[in-house]
């Protein structure tokens, strides 16, 4: 993770160097730091603390900081705890570095190089610096080519050198790095997002090249010295236009947007009232041709994803797995040129994905991304992209992302089915009619966000909740367990309600609220059968269900919800943004920071 950024122009390093670390803290916001060359004196003065970027800001503020040259970072803690002696920029001898990735010998590294009494931090960064400037004699390409042959892991290394002023050096191995011109000067960052309101084009700087950034331009060089040419790319993704529109959080803000964000993300593929994906450059007989489909992703996404895998067994009745993608490669995953691999991200760097995406690749693999962010790592990498319309989303906890994923996996299960003769034409119309349906059902949950909201006052004091629910509805209780986890830091665990009597039931005490889904008519009534099993064992249940269902007389819930109705396929929209909700309600109440949740990041770019 970590993000990280780099000036050198005609205007002050440290407000462009700020700035553009607020935009990146999404990358993690442990501490930040920055560094800046003092011109033709050639000092390198470095700032940097524990925290935030504004505890950044704050320090430097006190301090006179006039360089038009500069790199800085915003840090995600890998090696090493969090305080200002792990915060980026190190400077070592004449290297001043920040690193985004793991160097993972650096521990022989601190041997081989008798580093250890040496170190000023418990970083592996440091110790890349420290390698660096061993190797520094003068010539800067000679001891970045040495160093970075010593170094195994991932990086994206930004490198000043005192003697060298207004130059910043660069070189990367998988966590990118892009590079922009300004009106004044160059600029690089770990992603073009935050370049935005700075420039229209960027490009990214290939693995393995040596980047050489002046006022007046870019130079590539390969390890052999050869030149490069930069293939510079359009740049239309700008993280910084994105304010809170009056919300206190940018993640009620990104829930109350779903509607608008999953008709944007419908309307232009369905055409004469089916999907299709010609703006996307999808050709059918890539969705009718393959054997299997397999998922590639994390966290959210992967949840996603097995929304996906459900409607398309259901549907398609094709095989799909889905797979998380940190196990993807070291699980002996057969894949081959029958299978079609599918990998979701809403940032398009998760590191895990984009591994597991280039390793299906090379094992001959298609495959094809749906992504979020223009022109992201995972996005060029695949042969195929689908993006979703969510916009930039900032809130680390993942909604509009997710609902807008589901959206784009609708639309292909549906053209799937179309392609393959599964679906005739009218059969396709019907269901993508109710699709369309989607963003104003949802609408009607969120307008009622304040039923929820009460729902949420009785469970702020709970210490583990169990969710529960089956088929499609335990789907989307993962992805609604782990909002909850990681915003309100309640332990929570999503539970398929069948499943729960065969142990786990053991955990149930009446201090133990149980948060049920019921939304799939085929399953509802085992659904309430698992609800009152729990209910004998004195847990209190949270229940959202469709509203035609009816409940006993006798029974009594700590909160009901009801949710409008849909075709069951289509119940998992609603219940998505009423469980966002719920998590986003329990956070605020606790008085929790909703939108930076401690210990994450919203860009996971270490494996
Ligand atoms: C949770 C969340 C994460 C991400 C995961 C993958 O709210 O946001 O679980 O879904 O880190 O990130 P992307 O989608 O960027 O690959």
Request: aromatic letters at 8%; glycine letters at 8%; proline letters at 3%.
């Given at each position: 993770?970590c993000?990280?950024?780099?000036y050198?122009?005609?205007?002050?390093?440290?407000?462009?160097?700020?700035?553009?670390?607020?935009?990146?803290e999404?990358?993690?916001?442990?501490?930040?730091?920055?560094?800046?060359?003092?011109?033709?004196?050639?000092?390198?003065?470095?700032?940097?603390?524990?925290?935030?970027?504004?505890?950044l800001?704050?320090?430097?503020?006190?301090?006179?900081?006039?360089?038009?040259?500069?790199?800085?970072?915003?840090?995600?803690?890998t090696h090493?705890?969090?305080?200002s002696?792990n915060a980026?920029?190190?400077k070592?001898?004449?290297?001043t570095?920040?690193?985004?990735g793991?160097?993972?010998?650096?521990?022989d590294?601190i041997?081989?190089?008798?580093?250890?009494?040496q170190?000023?931090?418990q970083?592996?960064?440091e110790v890349?610096?420290?390698?660096?400037s061993?190797?520094?004699?003068?010539?800067?390409?000679?001891?970045?080519?040495?160093?970075?042959?010593k170094?195994?892991?991932?990086?994206?290394?930004?490198?000043?050198?005192?003697?060298?002023?207004g130059?910043?050096?660069?070189?990367r191995?998988?966590?990118?790095?892009?590079?922009?011109?300004?009106?004044?000067?160059?600029?690089?960052?770990?992603?073009?997002?935050?370049?935005?309101q700075?420039?229209?084009?960027?490009?990214?700087?290939p693995?393995?090249?040596?980047?050489e950034?002046?006022?007046?331009?870019?130079?590539?060089?390969?390890?052999?010295?050869e030149?490069?040419?930069?293939?510079?790319l359009?740049?239309?993704?700008d993280?910084?236009?994105?304010?809170?529109?009056g919300?206190?959080?940018?993640?009620?803000k990104?829930?109350?947007?779903?509607?608008?964000?999953?008709?944007?993300?419908l309307q232009?593929?369905?055409?004469?009232g089916v999907?299709?994906?010609?703006?996307?450059?999808?050709?059918?007989?890539?969705l009718?041709?393959?054997?299997?489909i397999?998922?590639?992703?994390?966290?959210?996404?992967?949840?996603?994803?097995?929304?996906?895998?459900?409607?398309?067994?259901?549907?398609?009745?094709i095989?799909?797995?889905?797979?998380?993608?940190?196990?993807?490669?070291?699980s002996?995953?057969?894949v081959?040129?029958?299978?079609l691999?599918?990998?979701?991200?809403?940032s398009?760097?998760?590191?895990?994905?984009?591994?597991?995406?280039k390793?299906?690749?090379?094992?001959?693999?298609?495959?094809?991304?749906?992504?979020n962010?223009?022109?992201?790592?995972?996005?060029?990498?695949?042969?195929?992209?689908?993006?979703?319309?969510?916009?930039?989303?900032?809130?680390?906890?993942s909604?509009?992302?997710?609902?807008?994923?589901l959206a784009?996996?609708?639309?292909?299960?549906?053209?799937?089915?179309y392609v393959?003769?599964?679906?005739?034409?009218?059969?396709?119309a019907?269901?993508t009619r109710?699709?369309?349906?989607?963003?104003?059902?949802?609408?009607?949950?969120?307008?009622r966000?304040?039923?929820?909201?009460?729902?949420?006052?009785?469970?702020?004091?709970?210490?583990?909740?169990f969710m529960?629910?089956?088929?499609?509805?335990?789907c989307?209780?993962?992805?609604?367990?782990?909002?909850?986890?990681?915003?309100?830091?309640?332990?929570s665990?999503?539970y398929?309600?069948?499943e729960?009597?065969?142990?786990?039931?053991?955990?149930?005490?009446?201090d133990?609220?149980?948060?049920?889904?019921?939304?799939?008519?085929?399953?509802?009534?085992?659904?309430?059968?698992?609800?009152?099993?729990?209910?004998?064992?004195?847990?209190?249940?949270?229940?959202?269900?469709?509203?035609?269902?009816?409940?006993?007389?006798?029974?009594?819930?700590r909160g009901?919800?009801?949710?409008?109705?849909?075709?069951d396929e289509?119940m998992?929209?609603?219940?998505?943004?009423?469980?966002?909700?719920?998590a986003?309600?329990?956070?605020?109440?606790?008085g929790?920071d909703?939108?930076?949740?401690?210990?994450?990041?919203?860009?996971?770019?270490?494996?």
């Amino acid at each position: 993770m970590c993000g990280i950024i780099g000036y050198t122009g005609k205007d002050a390093a440290k407000d462009i160097m700020l700035d553009t670390l607020e935009l990146l803290e999404y990358r993690g916001y442990d501490s930040a730091g920055i560094a800046v060359c003092e011109g033709e004196k050639s000092q390198i003065q470095v700032y940097k603390c524990a925290g935030r970027v504004k505890d950044l800001r704050n320090l430097c503020e006190k301090e006179e900081i006039e360089g038009t040259c500069g790199i800085g970072h915003t840090r995600w803690a890998t090696h090493g705890g969090v305080s200002s002696e792990n915060a980026h920029p190190h400077k070592y001898g004449k290297v001043t570095l920040i690193h985004n990735g793991i160097i993972e010998n650096y521990k022989d590294l601190i041997g081989k190089y008798g580093l250890l009494d040496q170190l000023h931090s418990q970083t592996d960064s440091e110790v890349a610096a420290a390698v660096l400037s061993h190797f520094y004699k003068g010539d800067p390409y000679e001891a970045i080519r040495k160093a970075v042959l010593k170094l195994k892991g991932t990086f994206a290394l930004g490198i000043l050198f005192e003697d060298i002023p207004g130059t910043i050096f660069a070189i990367r191995n998988v966590s990118p790095i892009v590079v922009t011109r300004t009106d004044n000067g160059m600029m690089l960052a770990s992603d073009a997002a935050v370049l935005g309101q700075y420039s229209e084009e960027y490009f990214v700087l290939p693995e393995f090249h040596i980047l050489e950034l002046k006022e007046e331009g870019a130079t590539l060089y390969d390890l052999s010295g050869e030149t490069a040419e930069p293939r510079w790319l359009v740049l239309d993704w700008d993280t910084s236009r994105s304010g809170k529109d009056g919300y206190p959080f940018y993640m009620e803000k990104e829930i109350m947007e779903q509607p608008e964000v999953i008709r944007e993300t419908l309307q232009p593929r369905i055409y004469e009232g089916v999907p299709y994906f010609t703006q996307d450059e999808i050709p059918d007989h890539l969705l009718r041709d393959c054997e299997r489909i397999c998922v590639v992703a994390c966290g959210t996404a992967m949840h996603a994803g097995l929304v996906g895998k459900a409607l398309i067994h259901s549907l398609v009745r094709i095989h799909m797995d889905v797979e998380l993608a940190s196990e993807f490669m070291y699980s002996d995953i057969v894949v081959d040129e029958k299978t079609l691999v599918i990998a979701i991200s809403q940032s398009g760097e998760t590191i895990d994905t984009l591994e597991a995406l280039k390793y299906a690749k090379k094992n001959g693999a298609r495959t094809m991304a749906i992504v979020n962010v223009r022109g992201a790592s995972i996005a060029r990498e695949s042969e195929y992209v689908i993006y979703t319309n969510a916009g930039p989303e900032i809130a680390v906890a993942s909604t509009k992302a997710y609902t807008t994923q589901l959206a784009v996996l609708y639309l292909l299960a549906a053209r799937m089915a179309y392609v393959r003769g599964v679906f005739d034409k009218e059969r396709t119309a019907a269901f993508t009619r109710e699709l369309m349906r989607v963003p104003e059902v949802m609408k009607q949950v969120l307008d009622r966000r304040e039923e929820i909201h009460d729902i949420a006052r009785g469970i702020l004091d709970a210490a583990d909740v169990f969710m529960i629910g089956r088929g499609l509805d335990y789907c989307i209780l993962l992805e609604g367990s782990l909002k909850l986890k990681e915003i309100s830091y309640i332990h929570s665990e999503a539970y398929a309600s069948g499943e729960l009597k065969h142990g786990t039931i053991a955990l149930i005490t009446e201090d133990t609220p149980v948060i049920a889904v019921v939304t799939q008519d085929k399953v509802q009534s085992k659904e309430f059968s698992n609800i009152k099993e729990v209910q004998s064992r004195g847990a209190e249940v949270v229940l959202f269900m469709k509203e035609t269902y009816t409940l006993d007389k006798a029974a009594s819930f700590r909160g009901v919800f009801k949710l409008p109705v849909m075709e069951d396929e289509f119940m998992v929209m609603p219940a998505s943004a009423a469980l966002q909700l719920l998590a986003y309600y329990v956070s605020l109440d606790k008085g929790l920071d909703v939108d930076k949740p401690r210990n994450l990041a919203k860009v996971v770019t270490v494996e």
